[in-house]
């Protein structure tokens, strides 16, 4: 089963058992394709660009102290105030795994505290001393350092760090100047191009790989933008900050992110951060050590081709709207103050059209206290909303603020394989709800019904039907039955779960 992992290494012994299959791929025949132009060129050897490139890609390598209790037999769950002092680690830190490892082999208590090391990759960007690498490469660490190329080891001083998006810049004070490599532009890399990787995947400094861009957009719901290059240049632990070069030599992607075997291991399913959405988050970096984001303080999600048709939301041509569904809005928030409501659709945010999924780096690109210009389509009409982004808050995600207090009963839907009751007092303690919760709560699921297909379950909250806000199973049931008198064949609900609220089009039985 394969898994989403960060590319990291651990500074331990690694043997690797290697073996070579050859598969021959039999096709069924297809239709001639179009033909296309002949590639501008189809290198014979990547040795010359490596070897111009292998200088500007560095080893970091971080550590941490653990300190040992008396009580450290009790093992790595150990809660009492002698246990263990684990510190705290992103996940897919590398020194995550390693404590939990060295944490769980439970060895001899009361030893002396120790530290332990782990290994990234990173690349310089400035002659003076400047590298970039990924934020979980370094997250937890209280020593940096940098070796590089030629093995000459530098401590390093982390300037910033964007735990949002996975980025880190470093600073060494060089004896010399340093190979920089540029940023080049990402969104000019198509898919089939050739790329090359360069980092330390299991601490084996300098190892070079290639592959070809094997899709753009990637969206495998990890950190802000969730907007990859996928590659199938191998790409293992160790890797994690290491570039992604085109055959210019300019890096385009920051490695991230494996899908990995049941060891963790590349299977050829890479993910780089584009060079085009890092860069202002480098120049930020390095400026002033943190980031600074605009804020709507909203929530989002893409259209899907049956969301667009349950809402009638349609381009001129004719085919379906694309934009960013709203699910919720923050009280006092900026999208508050513009008008912005839930069911709306943002089209376009200033020149940009947007989808769902370019939304947030869209968003995020607008320095705090800019002013810009929404274009929503709202109940069937399209119109310009002026908004002035707020600075990115800790917690951005805020509930509905009006309270409301539904009387108890219920109603049963066969056509959707639900059935929803209003939220009193003790449906709000029994399944956490706060004061100011509205909606009606699903107190049923049949098994293999629409509803249960779309991942609804009990103790969900219905808080929207299509354009319809709903506070009571009545309000609920006259909404479904409108879409049924309409012949729709689905039905589209604004759910809150655990993690927060979604649209989901549910389908009528027998559709």
Not at 103 to 115: D, F, G, L, V
Not at 250 to 270: F, R
Not at 377 to 391: D, E, F, Y
Request: with cysteine.
């Amino acid at each position: 089963m394969s898994r989403l992992t960060a590319s990291l290494a651990l500074s331990c012994a690694v043997s690797l058992a290697l073996s070579v299959t050859t598969v021959q791929a039999q096709t069924a025949p297809q239709p001639s394709p179009a033909p296309v132009p002949a590639p501008r060129s189809v290198p014979s050897s990547f040795a010359d660009l490596a070897n111009r490139l292998l200088p500007s890609v560095v080893n970091v390598s971080t550590s941490a102290v653990l300190k040992p209790g008396k009580d450290e037999d009790k093992g790595p769950d150990s809660s009492g105030p002698d246990g263990p002092q684990v510190p705290q680690f992103p996940q897919g830190s590398p020194l995550e795994k390693f404590f939990h490892d060295y944490m769980t082999h439970k060895p001899a208590p009361n030893r002396p505290p120790r530290r332990m090391q782990a290994l990234g990759s990173g690349f310089i960007v400035d002659p003076a001393g400047i590298i970039v690498t990924n934020n979980h490469v370094i997250e937890g660490a209280d020593q940096v350092s940098v070796t590089l190329q030629d093995g000459t080891e530098l401590p390093a001083k982390i300037v910033g760090r964007d735990s949002q998006v996975d980025l880190a810049v470093l600073e060494v004070k060089p004896k010399h100047s340093l190979p920089a490599v540029p940023l080049g532009h990402s969104d000019a890399a198509r898919i089939g191009d050739w790329v090359v990787a360069i980092g330390n995947p299991f601490g084996l400094n300098g190892t070079v790989t290639a592959g070809i861009i094997s899709s753009r957009g990637r969206n495998v719901e990890h950190g802000l933008y969730d907007d990859y290059i996928q590659t199938d240049a191998a790409i293992n632990r160790g890797n994690s900050g290491g570039p992604l070069f085109n055959l210019s030599g300019e890096v385009i992607g920051i490695n991230t992110l494996i899908y990995g075997g049941a060891g963790g291991d590349s299977i050829g399913i890479g993910f780089a951060i584009p060079a085009d959405d890092a860069r202002g988050i480098i120049d930020q970096l390095r400026k002033t050590g943190h980031v600074s984001r605009g804020w709507m303080g909203l929530k989002f999600q893409n259209v899907s081709y049956d969301i667009a048709e349950d809402l009638d939301f349609h381009q001129a041509d004719g085919t379906v709207g694309k934009g960013a569904l709203v699910s919720e809005v923050g009280p006092k928030s900026p999208a508050a103050q513009a008008g912005l409501q839930v069911g709306d659709i943002i089209t376009r945010v200033g020149s940009q059209d947007v989808t769902g999924q370019t939304m947030p780096r869209i968003i995020a690109s607008i320095l705090p206290g800019t002013k810009t210009e929404l274009t929503v389509w709202h109940k069937g009409s399209i119109k310009t909303l002026p908004i002035t982004l707020a600075q990115s808050p800790n917690a951005p995600d805020m509930p509905p603020s009006d309270t409301h207090q539904p009387t108890h009963t219920k109603a049963a839907f066969g056509e959707l394989g639900l059935a929803v009751r209003s939220i009193d007092a003790e449906m709000r303690t029994q399944y956490a709800l706060t004061d100011d919760q509205r909606g009606v709560l699903v107190d049923r699921v049949e098994p293999s019904s629409p509803a249960t297909s779309r991942g609804i379950a009990v103790g969900n909250v219905i808080t929207q039907v299509g354009q319809d806000q709903i506070d009571t199973p009545d309000a609920f049931a006259k909404a479904v039955s409108r879409a049924l008198e309409q012949k729709k064949k689905e039905v589209l609900l604004l759910v809150q779960d655990d993690d927060g609220l979604r649209w989901v089009p549910v389908p009528f039985l027998g559709n």
